[in-house]
């Protein structure tokens, strides 16, 4: 793609040598002062050799091609700044000079200037000027008293790197902005610019050149981020962002928090792109924006939310006391007509304001703000309710519980909905005789989580039914039913059939108790049996554990128990055909781990969480599962999870929520320090083994059979060596990494592992928080140290050892106390 050129190392004698012959040598400096001019193929490198000025071209088709004289990083090749984007040389002759009054002048073969940095701002007389690369990529032109009289940071391009900022000054009316390439190979001025809009309360946006309708108003800034760009600004633990706004200056820049080298382009089509580099070396996407269609400038007109529907596509309606302007529904465009009060506004006499939460802010550019910040919300309602033409209100600032006031007039657009970010705004409102109820929908969102698993029994619980009506009658007998088990009962001959009298070819492996066979009832119905074997001794409580415990158990990312059979020798439990086996046949194998994207992965985890979540808090019974890991956990055919297994679980009643064993039962790798050495085992215990299993998913490595060349650190050991070197973004499988585009939320998920395997349970949180810090965008925790993170830790019971299957490390171990 880029033509390179060839290089020489920067050696003055050899420059001195053949200044005079014909043959041209390439240098790299590191500085250039009013003696040397940088000729094409010549380079200016910054002092960590990241950053590297000169001229380069794209691999195209004209002769002579374009070349450009630009600023890129090195490794991997990426330009993040171009000189003469619009006036590009035709050939090898061009060259750069600095002149002894400190101006820079691209010159062509022929001595015209194509570019001059005095054109950016009124240069002055400099003292001995020189021209260098900072190691922010930052190219400088300062003289010997450190007066910059110009820098590249003051002319971007299409790509902002950390330090760099977007703004205006209001004194010298310079602005910061980026404006898009032409085309991925041609870096002249493109059709899309971002920008400060300054008009009102400042606020991000992407436009289109010629197409006024359409842009992307990345938003105001609440404190935090930008209120319509959750991916660009939100607080996480990659980067800090800062906003500052003053009579002279407002301005936005961003810094990785960590080692991380980062920028953020604006492309020919439009998009944002953040960028990341990979200990590779590779440029990564880590997350674009606008990202839907409900991102796109008022797609539903005035006092309407879009929202984006299970298919994918953006919806429009109106706010709750609000009714379309014109028919029932309208379609999606640019300039719709929106909705109007249900009940007009009446001037203040009768009006109410109410609280809409967790919007994006409405377009600012009709608005007032109080710029000292200093406002509260009731100053803000009374100041907005004294002016009949003010329809809105809100804080301008969401930190610290919220201050300073911002006032709409006119109609509110550009609004949306969203789940975990947004903030309140508070709306006119005509008064109306019946009650109107504010959403409170803060509250609704952590409720919602909660309630989510609770409509999902209340589902199973008729598809159970079903179940049982479709069997009643026929093999299924109600029996256990009756000793209050309430599980069908289903005839040995049948599973005979089913199974093909336990025919080998279906044996599918041995689980907790005894053998699995796969087996097909006369309806189709594929189920998986699993038998506690008749000669055995063993596993019969803990077979009389699981009918007992999962019989009472419905959730999507439980395994479904539909049935069993004690009649026979053999007891047997029926469940659902899990058509994908379980998760370690995935994560840990090279070929198969290819198929689970991170897309796939998340919602494992989500659903792991779900049903954790189910266990500990939500079902009626309180269970703590004491054996999650990745081979208990089972997929479906779409890739979905459910824990099995619950041999081991234990269930509590009331509030009790922990105890104490004798019997130490689990899974090394997965068991929290408390329960293998004392025994004590808690729901924290489960949401241990939940951060193990969450950092097996991300690394694809199991904890205990972890090994590394540089240590004999466990998977554990290995993560939180990384995350406190602050290299968390080496966690994560390669491959991930290359085909994401969401590593902010890998790097989440890891910080949020870490979280659950902390050494003290009461520090780990519970799985109620587990799944809303996956839910949200909330700054969380530091973790502290994790418990067993080195492998010697782990206490030698192999003598105790009863393994409970043959592929499993399963154990069940007797303590002598
Ligand atoms: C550029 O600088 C070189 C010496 O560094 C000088 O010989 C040449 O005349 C300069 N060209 C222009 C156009 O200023
Ligand atoms: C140069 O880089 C250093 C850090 O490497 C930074 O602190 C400084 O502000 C930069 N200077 C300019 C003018 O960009
Ligand atoms: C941003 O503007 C403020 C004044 O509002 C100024 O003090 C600050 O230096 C500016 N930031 C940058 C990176 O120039
Ligand atoms: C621009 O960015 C979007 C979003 O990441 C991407 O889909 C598209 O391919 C990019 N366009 C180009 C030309 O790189
Ligand atoms: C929406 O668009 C569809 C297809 O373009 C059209 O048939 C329908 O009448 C439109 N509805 C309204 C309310 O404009
Ligand atoms: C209400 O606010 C608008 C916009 O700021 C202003 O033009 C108008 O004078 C105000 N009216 C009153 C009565 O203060």
Same mark, same amino acid.
């Given at each position: 793609?880029? #033509?390179?050129?060839?290089?020489?190392?920067?050696?003055?004698?050899?420059?001195?040598?053949?200044?005079?012959?014909?043959?041209?040598?390439?240098?790299?400096?590191?500085?250039?002062?009013?003696?040397?001019?940088?000729?094409?193929?010549?380079?200016?490198?910054?002092?960590?050799?990241?950053?590297?000025?000169?001229?380069?071209?794209?691999?195209? =088709?004209?002769?002579?091609?374009?070349?450009?004289?630009?600023?890129?990083?090195?490794?991997?090749?990426?330009?993040?700044?171009?000189?003469?984007?619009?006036?590009?040389?035709?050939?090898?002759?061009?060259?750069?000079?600095?002149?002894?009054?400190?101006?820079?002048?691209?010159?062509?073969?022929?001595?015209?200037?194509?570019?001059?940095?005095?054109?950016?701002? $009124?240069?002055?007389? $400099?003292?001995?000027?020189?021209?260098?690369?900072?190691?922010?990529?930052?190219?400088?032109?300062?003289? =010997?008293?450190?007066?910059?009289?110009? #820098?590249?940071?003051?002319?971007?391009?299409?790509?902002?790197?950390?330090?760099?900022?977007?703004?205006?000054?209001?004194?010298?009316? &310079?602005?910061?902005?980026?404006?898009?390439?032409?085309?991925?190979?041609?870096?002249?001025?493109?059709?899309?610019?971002?920008?400060?809009?300054?008009?009102?309360?400042?606020?991000?946006?992407?436009? &289109?050149?010629?197409?006024?309708?359409?842009?992307?108003?990345?938003?105001?800034?609440?404190?935090?981020?930008?209120?319509?760009?959750?991916?660009?600004?939100?607080?996480?633990?990659?980067?800090?962002?800062?906003?500052?706004?003053? /009579?002279? /200056?407002?301005?936005?820049?961003?810094?990785?928090?960590?080692?991380?080298?980062?920028?953020?382009?604006?492309?020919?089509?439009?998009?944002?792109?953040?960028?990341? #580099?990979?200990?590779?070396?590779?440029?990564?996407?880590?997350?674009?924006?606008?990202?839907?269609?409900?991102?796109?400038?008022?797609?539903?007109?005035?006092?309407?939310?879009?929202?984006?529907?299970?298919?994918?596509?953006?919806?429009?309606?109106?706010?709750?006391?609000?009714?379309?302007?014109?028919?029932?529904?309208?379609?999606?465009?640019?300039?719709?007509?929106?909705?109007?009060?249900?009940?007009?506004?009446?001037?203040?006499?009768?009006?109410?304001?109410?609280?809409?939460?967790?919007?994006?802010?409405?377009?600012?550019?009709?608005?007032?703000?109080?710029?000292?910040?200093?406002?509260?919300?009731?100053?803000?309602?009374? &100041?907005?309710?004294?002016?009949?033409?003010?329809? $809105?209100?809100?804080?301008?600032?969401?930190?610290?519980?919220?201050?300073?006031?911002?006032?709409?007039?006119?109609?509110?657009?550009?609004?949306?909905?969203?789940?975990?970010?947004?903030?309140?705004?508070?709306?006119?409102?005509?008064?109306?005789?019946?009650?109107?109820?504010?959403? @409170?929908?803060?509250?609704?969102?952590?409720?919602?989580?909660?309630?989510?698993?609770?409509?999902?029994?209340?589902?199973?619980?008729?598809?159970?039914?079903?179940?049982?009506?479709?069997?009643?009658?026929?093999?299924?007998?109600?029996?256990?039913?009756?000793?209050?088990?309430?599980?069908?009962?289903?005839?040995?001959?049948?599973?005979?059939?089913?199974?093909?009298?336990?025919?080998?070819?279906?044996?599918?492996?041995?689980?907790?108790?005894?053998?699995?066979?796969?087996?097909?009832?006369?309806?189709?119905? @594929?189920?998986?049996?699993?038998?506690?074997?008749?000669?055995? *001794?063993?596993?019969? @409580? @803990?077979?009389?554990?699981?009918?007992?415990?999962?019989?009472?158990?419905?959730?999507?990312?439980?395994?479904?128990?539909?049935?069993?059979?004690?009649?026979?020798?053999?007891?047997?439990?029926?469940?659902?055909?899990?058509?994908?086996?379980?998760?370690?046949?995935?994560?840990?194998?090279?070929?198969?781990?290819?198929?689970?994207?991170?897309?796939?992965?998340?919602?494992?985890?989500? *659903?792991?969480?779900?049903?954790?979540?189910?266990?500990?808090?939500?079902?009626?019974?309180?269970?703590?599962?004491?054996?999650?890991?990745?081979?208990?956990?089972?997929? !479906?055919?779409?890739?979905?999870?459910?824990?099995?297994?619950?041999?081991?679980?234990?269930?509590?009643?009331?509030?009790?929520?922990?105890?104490?064993?004798?019997?130490?039962?689990?899974?090394?790798?997965?068991?929290?320090?408390?329960?293998?050495?004392?025994?004590?085992?808690?729901?924290?215990?489960?949401?241990?083994?939940?951060?193990?299993?969450?950092?097996?998913?991300?690394?694809?490595?199991?904890?205990?059979?972890?090994? +590394?060349?540089? +240590?004999?650190?466990?998977?554990?050991?290995?993560?939180?060596?990384?995350?406190?070197? !602050?290299?968390?973004?080496?966690?994560?499988?390669?491959?991930?990494?290359?085909?994401?585009?969401?590593?902010?939320?890998?790097?989440?998920?890891?910080?949020?592992?870490?979280?659950?395997?902390?050494?003290?349970?009461?520090?780990?949180?519970?799985?109620?928080?587990?799944?809303?810090?996956?839910?949200?965008? *909330?700054?969380?925790?530091?973790?502290?140290?994790?418990?067993?993170?080195?492998?010697?830790?782990?206490?030698?019971?192999?003598?105790?050892?009863?393994?409970?299957?043959?592929?499993?490390?399963?154990?069940?171990?007797?303590?002598?106390?």
């Amino acid at each position: 793609m880029l #033509q390179s050129m060839e290089k020489i190392p920067s050696l003055f004698w050899v420059s001195l040598f053949l200044l005079s012959s014909s043959f041209s040598v390439s240098l790299d400096y590191s500085v250039i002062t009013p003696r040397e001019s940088l000729k094409d193929g010549d380079t200016l490198s910054s002092s960590d050799n990241v950053f590297q000025l000169g001229f380069f071209s794209f691999d195209q =088709e004209e002769q002579p091609q374009h070349r450009f004289l630009g600023l890129w990083y090195k490794q991997p090749f990426a330009v993040v700044w171009v000189a003469n984007r619009n006036n590009p040389l035709y050939g090898t002759s061009g060259f750069l000079n600095l002149s002894s009054r400190g101006d820079l002048k691209l010159f062509d073969g022929e001595h015209r200037a194509l570019w001059s940095s005095s054109s950016s701002k $009124a240069s002055k007389t $400099a003292k001995n000027p020189y021209l260098k690369i900072n190691c922010t990529g930052n190219l400088l032109l300062s003289d =010997e008293d450190e007066v910059l009289s110009w #820098q590249s940071f003051d002319d971007p391009m299409n790509t902002i790197l950390a330090g760099m900022k977007l703004g205006k000054n209001f004194k010298t009316q &310079k602005e910061w902005s980026l404006t898009s390439w032409k085309t991925m190979k041609d870096p002249s001025t493109g059709e899309f610019t971002l920008s400060l809009d300054t008009r009102g309360f400042p606020q991000l946006i992407l436009k &289109k050149k010629g197409d006024p309708s359409y842009s992307y108003r990345l938003g105001s800034w609440n404190g935090l981020s930008f209120t319509g760009a959750p991916a660009m600004g939100r607080e996480n633990s990659l980067f800090d962002y800062k906003f500052t706004s003053s /009579e002279q /200056e407002v301005n936005y820049s961003w810094t990785p928090r960590r080692q991380l080298v980062s920028r953020l382009v604006l492309n020919n089509t439009g998009k944002l792109q953040r960028f990341i #580099q990979s200990k590779q070396h590779q440029w990564i996407l880590a997350n674009t924006a606008p990202e839907d269609e409900c991102d796109y400038y008022s797609i539903c007109g005035a006092y309407a939310v879009c929202g984006i529907n299970s298919k994918n596509t953006a919806s429009c309606s109106c706010l709750q006391g609000f009714k379309p302007k014109s028919g029932r529904q309208w379609n999606i465009s640019r300039g719709a007509d929106g909705c109007v009060h249900e009940t007009p506004t009446n001037c203040g006499k009768k009006d109410i304001f109410v609280r809409f939460p967790g919007m994006k802010l409405p377009d600012t550019s009709w608005s007032w703000y109080d710029s000292r910040n200093k406002m509260t919300l009731e100053d803000c309602r009374i &100041k907005c309710s004294s002016n009949c033409s003010c329809t $809105a209100y809100a804080n301008t600032d969401i930190r610290e519980g919220g201050k300073g006031c911002l006032l709409w007039f006119g109609d509110l657009v550009d609004m949306r909905e969203y789940s975990s970010f947004g903030q309140d705004v508070y709306i006119r409102m005509g008064f109306a005789k019946k009650e109107f109820k504010g959403r @409170e929908k803060v509250g609704m969102v952590v409720g919602s989580v909660m309630s989510i698993a609770v409509v999902l029994v209340a589902v199973f619980a008729c598809c159970r039914k079903r179940i049982l009506k479709r069997y009643r009658g026929e093999n299924w007998r109600k029996g256990i039913e009756e000793e209050e088990l309430d599980l069908p009962i289903l005839d040995i001959k049948m599973i005979s059939i089913a199974t093909d009298d336990f025919s080998h070819v279906n044996f599918l492996g041995r689980g907790g108790f005894g053998p699995v066979y796969k087996g097909r009832l006369e309806d189709g119905q @594929e189920i998986a049996v699993k038998t506690l074997s008749a000669c055995s *001794g063993q596993g019969v @409580e @803990e077979f009389k554990n699981e009918v007992k415990l999962i019989a009472k158990l419905q959730h999507r990312n439980l395994v479904r128990l539909l049935g069993c059979c004690i009649q026979c020798e053999e007891r047997m439990l029926i469940y659902e055909y899990m058509p994908n086996k379980s998760l370690d046949f995935f994560i840990f194998d090279e070929r198969r781990s290819k198929e689970l994207d991170w897309e796939k992965r998340m919602n494992i985890i989500n *659903g792991i969480a779900r049903g954790l979540l189910y266990l500990h808090q939500d079902s009626r019974l309180r269970i703590i599962h004491r054996d999650l890991k990745a081979g208990n956990v089972l997929l !479906d055919a779409d890739m979905n999870p459910k824990i099995s297994d619950f041999g081991l679980a234990k269930s509590f009643g009331g509030d009790q929520s922990e105890s104490s064993t004798k019997r130490v039962v689990g899974t090394y790798g997965y068991m929290p320090p408390e329960y293998a050495i004392d025994g004590h085992f808690s729901v924290k215990s489960d949401v241990f083994s939940f951060g193990v299993l969450v950092l097996e998913i991300i690394t694809g490595k199991t904890n205990r059979g972890f090994h +590394h060349a540089d +240590h004999d650190l466990n998977l554990l050991g290995h993560v939180w060596k990384l995350w406190i070197e !602050d290299r968390e973004i080496e966690v994560p499988e390669e491959n991930l990494l290359k085909e994401t585009c969401n590593v902010s939320e890998i790097l989440r998920c890891i910080h949020v592992a870490l979280l659950c395997v902390q050494q003290k349970p009461e520090d780990r949180p519970n799985m109620a928080s587990v799944v809303l810090m996956f839910g949200s965008d *909330g700054s969380l925790p530091h973790p502290k140290q994790p418990g067993f993170f080195t492998n010697r830790n782990v206490p030698d019971v192999s003598s105790s050892l009863s393994l409970r299957s043959v592929n499993e490390v399963s154990i069940t171990m007797l303590q002598g106390r």
